[in-house]
């Protein structure tokens, strides 16, 4: 199983990202369905880990919070562009919890992550398309914000590769008080 830990954004949320769509060649906008934040992505994971995971991941204490969705922008910083993302703003609490579960998995034998935590809501897959051109996109959304984002619990879920893309089925939920 690939696996993954993320918040789920509600429904409302998604109709919001999706209406930021719009037809540019060489962009493959994610599907609404796929909207997340990843916090941590576990990889290949073997079925007997599944039951430790899930209740290492249970063990996670922290209470509800709101986050806000701000701003567009682009990884990677240099270079050409890949991934066009919705930014979040007042990521402290999320930031939090991120932290509470890689410390949980790392526990597990999980590798840690590397890379700073740059949170935020992949809206499409770049490819051939010059920093100016997308620079374009982002400033023309530069005003998007959707405030009050209640994030009430986090999801591991696995990720299914198919010849169209990637699906997402949820393995477990992790209320938060």
Excluded at 38 to 59: C, H, I, N
Excluded at 78 to 107: F, H, Y
Aim: glycine residues 6%; hydrophobic residues 40%; contains cysteine.
């Amino acid at each position: 199983m690939r696996l993954f830990v993320a918040i789920p954004l509600p429904e409302s949320v998604r109709d919001r990202l999706a209406d930021l769509e719009q037809p540019v060649e060489g962009v493959r906008w994610q599907r609404r369905s796929q909207l997340h934040i990843t916090l941590k992505f576990l990889g290949d994971t073997r079925e007997e880990q599944l039951d430790p995971l899930v209740s290492e991941l249970s063990a996670v204490r922290q209470q509800e919070f709101s986050m806000k969705i701000k701003g567009l922008g682009c990884f990677p910083q240099k270079g050409p562009p890949r991934i066009l993302w919705a930014g979040i703003s007042n990521a402290a609490e999320l930031k939090k919890l991120k932290d509470r579960i890689e410390e949980k998995c790392v526990a597990l034998g999980f590798d840690p992550e590397e890379r700073p935590f740059k949170p935020h809501i992949t809206l499409g897959r770049i490819q051939g398309v010059t920093r100016r051109d997308i620079r374009s996109l982002i400033n023309q959304h530069k005003q998007f914000a959707i405030p009050d984002v209640s994030v009430r619990e986090f999801v591991m879920y696995e990720s299914i590769l198919q010849s169209d893309g990637a699906v997402h089925k949820r393995v477990s939920g992790f209320p938060l008080q």
